[in-house]
T-cell receptor, first 114, second 115 residues
């Protein structure tokens, strides 16, 4: 069974600082990978996805992530944090067959300090 | 397009009661699924369907039933509610069978409390 590990249940950065949210996956075959964002009392919105094209993926709101097969990682970054980035972030994987649904990490709560 | 819609938004049940959470999508997606979200647990898959008439269990299926009679609708039934089913429930849909798809679109969620 595949699994997703997100390091740090809470990450705090200052406004304007680099955002780095870590995600590692375990899977025998490189899966498809996703980052979702959830604002308070809302559903999940897709930030970006990796589907075996370019390993550096750009998403919405200035976020990007790099797929590193050798490290089984898919870390999310943003060069300069904004107050509006405060939210819960989830990394998720899906097998290439796609039929058995997403496996989510436990989430990272991003706190932006003024 | 409305995307994925869920009703109700909030529900309070007593232990032992039954109810159905509704989910509908208007994107003609073959794949639909139900997740539950609990604090510190991320989202966990309850049931999924790859098309009308086909359903299967996910990671945490106990206490829930599903059926898929149409492409658009995928209701989730709680047969006899228990406090452990207090959670936020999300429905999602996606296309299947195409390289680069499997991007899942999520509904706004149903917040269920069982007392």
């Amino acid at each position: 069974a595949q699994s997703v590990t997100q390091l740090g249940s809470h990450v705090s950065v200052s406004e304007g600082a680099l955002v780095l949210l870590r995600c590692n996956y375990s899977s025998s075959v490189p899966p498809y990978l996703f980052w979702y964002v959830q604002y308070p009392n809302q559903g999940l919105q897709l930030l970006l996805k990796y589907t075996s094209a370019a390993t550096l993926v750009k998403g919405i709101n200035g976020f990007e992530a790099e797929f590193k097969k050798s490290e089984t990682s898919f870390h999310l970054t943003k060069p300069s944090a904004h107050m509006s980035d405060a939210a819960e972030y989830f990394c998720a994987v899906i097998n290439r067959g796609g039929a058995d649904g997403l496996t989510f990490g436990k989430g990272t709560h991003l706190i932006i300090q003024p | 397009n409305a995307g994925v819609t869920q009703t109700p938004k909030f529900q309070v049940l007593k232990t032992g009661q039954s109810m159905t959470l509704q989910c509908a999508q208007d994107m003609n997606h073959e794949y639909m699924s139900w997740y539950r979200q609990d604090p510190g647990m991320g989202l966990r898959l309850i049931h999924y369907s790859v098309g009308a008439g086909i359903t299967d269990q996910g990671e945490v299926p106990n206490g829930y039933n599903v059926s898929r009679s149409t492409t658009e609708d995928f209701p989730l039934r709680l047969l006899s509610a228990a406090p452990s089913q207090t959670s936020v429930y999300f429905c999602a849909s996606s296309r299947t069978g195409t390289v680069g798809s499997y991007e899942q679109y999520f509904g706004p969620g149903t917040r269920l409390t069982v007392t």
